[in-house]
């Protein structure tokens, strides 16, 4: 089974990872070829609210030790996981609320703080944001471009990334 919202997305690699068959703090991580659906390889790993970094080629996230939250990566060489710092204040988190933000290098989870973004090379945590509980947060990316505005105004549009808007 997939727990829900733990999943993330490498567009440059293709792949896709889950989290599956949570049990005693630890989860399966699975690495599956996006082309084919191919498990290309598992990882039975403490970390969760994972979020891939493209800034790294790694996995970001993090666990409960019993007393303390710990923010982590996860190699993907080797599916080894280095603490990267404590997460002061943290008691709990939850699950599947998370992104990153490679422009900012940021990684965000919704916790008993509120909404964290932290660094994702440091540990550190930048901001705490109150929000309502399991929102689901999404990073936008902003490619600047050359335009001018006329008169009247134009009306707002929502479109994907690489999409045209009139």
């Given amino acids: 089974s997939k727990a829900v919202g733990e999943t993330t997305f490498d567009a ?3 792949r896709y990872f889950n989290v599956t068959d949570s049990y005693n703090n630890f989860h399966s ?3 599956i070829d996006a082309a084919t659906g191919a498990i290309i390889s598992t990882w039975n790993v403490s ?3 994972i979020e891939y970094d493209s800034n790294s ?4 996230g993090s666990y409960w030790t019993g007393s303390i939250e710990v ?3 996860l190699n993907l060489s080797n599916g080894m996981i280095s603490p990267i710092a404590a997460l002061p204040g943290v008691s709990y988190k939850v699950q599947g609320v998370t992104t990153f933000d490679p422009v900012s290098n940021s990684y965000f ?8 973004k932290i660094n994702a090379n440091t540990g550190a945590i930048i901001n705490s944001y109150s929000v ?4 689901e947060i999404e990073c936008i990316y902003s490619i600047p471009c050359n335009y001018t505005v006329s008169n009247p105004q134009p009306s707002h549009a929502n479109v994907c990334p690489g999409d045209s808007a009139v």
């Fill in 57 to 60: 080629n790694r996995l970001v």
């Fill in 71 to 73: 923010f982590a990566s």
């Fill in 109 to 116: 989870n919704e916790t008993d703080l509120g909404l964290c």
């Fill in 12 to 14: 440059s690699g293709n």
């Fill in 132 to 135: 309502g509980k399991f929102m």
């Fill in 29 to 31: 991580i699975n690495v």
């Fill in 47 to 49: 970390l969760s609210g």
